[in-house]
């Protein structure tokens, strides 16, 4: 059967979390893109409406309570360096309610608020994808 995004295209999402001018980001620490700062996403899984996914992602991902959410576009990454090919769906929230906190340690280092316009790098393909819609 294969794996999503290694054996063939992965189906994605990707939600932009705003508060105060500022975006949320998490530090990854595993592929596609180790060591960089992302928005919050993950797969869709079969059956999963994607709107669905995207808020549950986050959900698993901050701890903060995803209010409502609006469709920006799609995106395809194709990342040479760790041999993956996703197409997302992005999203984003100016809704969240709570204080992100780190809820998968073994997957993201660090997160937290940024100004828009001073981002940490490197930035993953995925973020700068979703900055040309927030932008």
Same mark, same amino acid.
């Given at each position: 059967?294969?794996? /999503?995004?290694?054996?063939?295209?992965?189906?994605?999402?990707?939600? @932009?979390?705003?508060? #105060?001018? %500022?975006?949320?980001?998490?530090?990854?620490?595993?592929?596609p893109?180790?060591?960089?700062?992302?928005?919050?996403?993950? %797969?869709?899984?079969?059956?999963?409406p @994607?709107?669905?996914?995207?808020?549950?992602?986050a959900?698993?991902?901050?701890g903060?309570s995803?209010? &409502?959410?609006r469709?920006?576009?799609?995106?395809? !990454?194709?990342?040479?360096?760790?041999?993956q090919?996703?197409? &997302?769906?992005?999203?984003?929230?100016?809704?969240?309610?709570?204080?992100?906190?780190?809820?998968?340690? #073994? %997957?993201? &280092?660090?997160?937290?608020?940024?100004?828009?316009?001073?981002? /940490? !790098?490197?930035?993953?393909?995925?973020?700068?994808?979703?900055?040309?819609?927030?932008?």
């Amino acid at each position: 059967m294969g794996l /999503p995004g290694l054996d063939f295209p992965g189906l994605g999402v990707g939600i @932009a979390i705003l508060r #105060d001018g %500022k975006l949320l980001l998490c530090r990854r620490m595993k592929a596609p893109e180790a060591g960089h700062w992302n928005i919050v996403g993950g %797969k869709v899984e079969h059956m999963e409406p @994607a709107e669905h996914a995207a808020r549950r992602e986050a959900e698993e991902e901050t701890g903060l309570s995803i209010g &409502s959410i609006r469709h920006l576009g799609v995106t395809e !990454q194709r990342i040479e360096a760790d041999g993956q090919h996703w197409v &997302s769906l992005l999203y984003v929230c100016d809704d969240a309610k709570g204080e992100p906190r780190l809820t998968e340690p #073994d %997957k993201l &280092s660090d997160i937290g608020w940024f100004d828009l316009h001073d981002l /940490p !790098q490197p930035l993953s393909v995925f973020t700068t994808a979703v900055l040309a819609y927030l932008r």
